[in-house]
């Protein structure tokens, strides 16, 4: 089975920049689709963005031309690129593989928190 490991979170202030990562172990996830998710607390999880196998793009409206993701297939990772950060944006973020046969894998998850 896939796993997933997520990576780059932390403290930042209002309008700066984090880089998520998410590394697979497991499988490969070139052929997969990929997505970023955040959850609030108590808020439900909500998704980010997603880029599928071909490499289109989505995003949320709360973080379209902000956030940018992005996968290295050879690398296995996937990225999630935060710029102009806002304490809106601090949430617990998880990666999620979909895989041919739709089930879907998550990492544990990585704290991000935007305050000043």
């Known amino acids: 089975q896939v796993q997933l490991v997520e990576s780059g979170g932390g403290l930042v202030q209002p309008g700066g920049s984090l880089r998520l990562s998410c590394a697979a172990s497991?499988?490969?996830?070139?052929?997969?689709?990929m997505g970023w998710y955040r959850q609030a607390p108590g808020q439900q999880r909500e998704l980010v963005a997603v880029?599928?196998?071909?490499?289109?793009?989505n995003y949320a409206d709360s973080v379209r031309d902000r956030f940018t993701i992005s996968r290295d297939n050879a690398k296995n990772t996937v990225y999630l690129q935060m710029n102009s950060l806002k304490p809106e944006d601090t949430a617990v973020y998880y990666c999620?593989?979909?895989?041919?046969?739709?089930?879907?894998?998550w990492g544990q998850g990585t704290q991000v928190t935007v305050s000043s």
């Open positions: 999620k593989a979909r895989s041919f046969s739709s089930i879907d894998y």
């Open positions: 497991g499988s490969i996830l070139s052929m997969y689709h």
């Open positions: 880029i599928l196998n071909g490499g289109r793009t």
